[in-house]
């Protein structure tokens, strides 16, 4: 097979090309098995080649598979958007379908923007993120995105959002400890709208465990209330970004419902249809939608493919399949189960300096030195090393690098299906001390 004109991540990089995948498994050309750790890009929430839901794109593709949403609404997106009502905390009640995570924060960017506009405050137009945080790869989520790396060649063409340190314990960036801290990072945000000046403010952007730019962070107890809090008092909208913690992936239906504090504003995507369409959303909440619906009538945004039914059925045959089989609590005990497996690891491993997470979103971050937490050079590359070790031996994990020189570790996420049991835990960290021990045996 030619294969040349297919453009890679990586162009000169071998790549094996996937068969067929069947639980938290997948199976390439070869025949290799590996196990698919990260579920993808944390989005294989329910496990490969779900008959359900293959039954379920076939009944509607036989019905309809494309409608222009200006033109007709229909059942399946109409469902979804009732069924992520349910889902998703307080009164964020009002869905737009989307296509990708990406398109779904700037979404709630425009949202944001548009809120203020119809609120007659036209000059709230900046939206605050953190360092180390991700929102997206197109320029306005990019623009959102404290990820250095992937910001770097686009730069002058982003707007100059990030200005809040991120909840980062363990490179806690005021060499501080929770609680004799009394969450100084959440206080960043409060010095930050008042430096910049709310006027100019629309929104506080924030994944709830922040995953690909700092493997699976999660801020301490109060955090978001705090940040809830300073958002209500300089009137900001507070956006959950939920694109990878989500969808039960956390242990609850949205991360953020660890805390007690209601975004204004959710994106949701990866999970929800767990990698069986391209769907995602912008969750909206009542008070949001009221001065849009009294005003302009119209969000000013879509695509072409927004609320696509056959992509609408997927997500909302994969979320009534997460219900049905209690993925959200397997979530939560299993995750459980792994973080105690890999702080096992960690202690005999000088390698691995870190263990966090939050469910079935765990992180594993390496250092050269545990005593000092000094991180290895960026140029030893030491989280390709891990993946690329792991991958050889048959299992999938997922990088998760800041992309800053002495300032953070390298990471992974290991975030296998919702799905996965005891046994396949067991598996999945065996696999993955063999590769840690092989890459530390190398650099240490
Ligand atoms: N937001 C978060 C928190 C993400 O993790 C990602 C992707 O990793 C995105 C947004 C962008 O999603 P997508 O890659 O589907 O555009």
Not at 402 to 412: C, L, N, P, R, Y
Request: proline share 5%; with cysteine.
């Amino acid at each position: 097979m030619n294969e040349s004109c297919l453009i890679k991540p990586l162009l000169n990089g071998r790549y094996p090309s996937v068969e067929y995948g069947q639980g938290i498994y997948l199976y390439d050309s070869d025949g290799k098995k590996y196990i698919d750790g990260s579920s993808g890009a944390v989005t294989a929430g329910i496990g490969h080649g779900v008959k359900e839901i293959a039954a379920v794109m076939k009944e509607q593709a036989e019905k309809v598979s494309f409608v222009y949403r200006s033109q007709f609404t229909n059942k399946p997106a109409e469902q979804l958007a009732l069924k992520l009502k349910q889902w998703a905390p307080g009164n964020v009640n009002w869905s737009f379908f989307v296509n990708s995570g990406s398109e779904a924060t700037e979404t709630a960017m425009k949202v944001a923007i548009q809120y203020w506009q119809e609120k007659k405050r036209p000059g709230k137009t900046k939206i605050l993120s953190r360092w180390m945080s991700y929102h997206g790869i197109t320029i306005g989520a990019l623009s959102m995105s404290g990820h250095v790396e992937r910001r770097a060649r686009f730069v002058p063409l982003l707007e100059d959002f990030p200005t809040v340190e991120p909840p980062y314990c363990y490179r806690c960036s005021f060499n501080n400890n929770f609680p004799e801290c009394h969450l100084l990072c959440a206080d960043q945000l409060d010095r930050a709208i008042r430096r910049i000046g709310s006027d100019h403010i629309a929104a506080f952007i924030a994944e709830p465990i922040i995953g690909a730019s700092g493997a699976a962070l999660v801020p301490p107890p109060g955090y978001y209330e705090q940040i809830k809090e300073i958002c209500l008092s300089h009137d900001i909208l507070f956006i959950a970004d939920e694109v990878m913690t989500g969808i039960g992936r956390c242990g609850k239906k949205f991360a953020i419902d660890h805390w007690q504090a209601v975004p204004d504003i959710i994106a949701a995507g990866k999970g929800m249809s767990a990698g069986y369409a391209p769907i995602a959303a912008t969750i909206i909440s009542d008070e949001v939608m009221e001065p849009i619906q009294n005003g302009s009538k119209l969000i000013m945004s879509g695509h072409t493919y927004s609320a696509n039914p056959q992509s609408a059925a997927i997500a909302l045959a994969v979320l009534k399949y997460i219900e049905n089989h209690g993925l959200i609590s397997n979530a939560a005990e299993k995750g459980n189960e792994l973080l105690q497996k890999l702080n096992q690891l960690k202690q005999n491993y000088p390698l691995i300096g870190d263990v966090r997470g939050m469910g079935m979103l765990t992180g594993v971050e390496f250092v050269a030195n545990r005593g000092t937490k000094q991180p290895f050079s960026r140029v030893i590359n030491v989280t390709k090393l891990i993946i690329d070790k792991s991958m050889e031996k048959g299992l999938l994990v997922y990088p998760a690098s800041s992309g800053i020189e002495g300032t953070a570790g390298d990471a992974v996420i290991i975030a296998p299906p919702l799905t996965v049991r005891s046994e396949e835990i067991a598996e999945l960290v065996t696999v993955f001390e063999e590769a840690v021990k092989e890459v530390q045996a190398e650099l240490l």
